[in-house]
């Protein structure tokens, strides 16, 4: 499964986790930049831009995001989200918050970190 294969909620997912985990630390690397243009051009940027525009409307707080992050069930989905996430995530110190969340989504969604 490709980025590209995820369904709308899917990627709903994705944004919301690259901006609580990426994002929130209010600096973007360079590398974390190229990650992240890499996730968009493999979208396709109507599709991202969809996706981070429900982001904002419908998350507030990193509450609500998981509270929507429980509704995806596809485990490939799950998987390829997640890979995504941490590639991007790790190209800089990864910072508690950022490990939080990052944690709290392995575990929620049985991800295995290796």
Not at 43 to 59: I, N, P, Q, S, T
Not at 70 to 82: G, N, S
């Amino acid at each position: 499964m490709e980025l590209r294969d995820l369904n709308p909620d899917e990627r709903i997912a994705l944004a919301a986790l690259l901006e609580f985990v990426v994002l929130a630390s209010g600096h973007v690397t360079e590398d974390e930049e190229r990650e992240i243009d890499d996730i968009v051009e493999e979208l396709g940027e109507e599709d991202y831009r969809k996706a981070v525009e429900e982001v904002d409307r419908r998350f507030p707080d990193e509450e609500a995001a998981q509270k929507f992050l429980k509704t995806i069930t596809r485990q490939e989905a799950r998987e390829v989200i997640y890979g995504a996430v941490l590639d991007a995530a790790m190209t800089d110190t990864i910072e508690g918050r950022e490990s939080q969340m990052l944690e709290w989504v392995a575990k929620e969604w049985n991800i295995q970190v290796e």
